[in-house]
């Protein structure tokens, strides 16, 4: 989302501009004596960050910074609070939309362990890889629990090891057969149903990141 229309964004360049103030004097004023680090903080608030211990600091300080009442401050933050919680939920329901129209009948795999561990392999290998199980939709939903267990094979058989469990998840215990977007059944690694969920369980997503600073050093 774009931060140059936040109201908080306007308000702070507004408050500059009136005072004939730099970004400089404004971290200044705002109590840093790192100058550079106090910029960086003003524009995370800038991009709408109001709920980090920094970005607070930040708000508490403005109004003295920008000689304004506390009031008209309060004013901004909660109007970019709002256009913020909006956005999310407009993301939020485009994802939703475009997960559902992508959706296929498929099994995840019930493992002893729903964190694995260690999370940074279960990255790099793949956690849909580790765990999902995609049907053949030809052969029809009576299928799909016996497809579900061959995959559950399949999967110890291309991780193999003498403990007989997958990486980073442990041994598996189950499975759950999402059949729908909004119909889902878990069963036992002898296919007997155990519960009818209320929806489809879904993986969790991870990602791997480095810090290109920390490789410079």
């Not at 059944?185 to 993986?203: H, P």
Request: hydrophobic fraction near 45%.
């Amino acid at each position: 989302m774009t931060c140059q229309w936040l109201p908080i964004n306007l308000f702070i360049q507004n408050g500059v501009r009136e005072l004939g103030i730099s970004r400089t004097e404004l971290s200044r004023r705002c109590g840093y004596e790192n100058l550079s680090k106090g910029i960086d903080r003003i524009d995370e608030v800038c991009r709408g960050d109001l709920t980090s211990a920094q970005a607070k600091a930040i708000i508490e300080a403005l109004p003295f910074a920008l000689e304004i009442p506390k009031e008209k401050l309060a004013e901004a933050v909660i109007e970019t609070a709002k256009i913020i919680e909006e956005a999310r939920s407009k993301e939020t329901a485009r994802r939703e939309s475009a997960w559902r129209a992508a959706f296929r009948p498929h099994a995840i795999i019930a493992t002893e362990r729903s964190i694995p561990e260690p999370i940074f392999a279960a990255v790099f290998i793949g956690i849909n890889r580790i765990l999902r199980v995609d049907f053949d939709l030809a052969s029809g939903p009576a299928s799909f629990v016996q497809q579900g267990l061959n995959g559950v094979r399949l999967k110890l058989a291309e991780f193999p090891n003498p403990s007989c469990v997958l990486p980073c998840f442990g041994r598996p215990i189950g499975l759950v057969v999402n059949y729908e977007p909004h119909r889902a059944v878990r069963f036992d690694l002898e296919g007997r149903a155990i519960a009818i969920l209320s929806g489809v369980f879904r993986l969790g997503e991870a990602t791997l990141s480095i810090r290109t600073d920390k490789l410079r050093r």
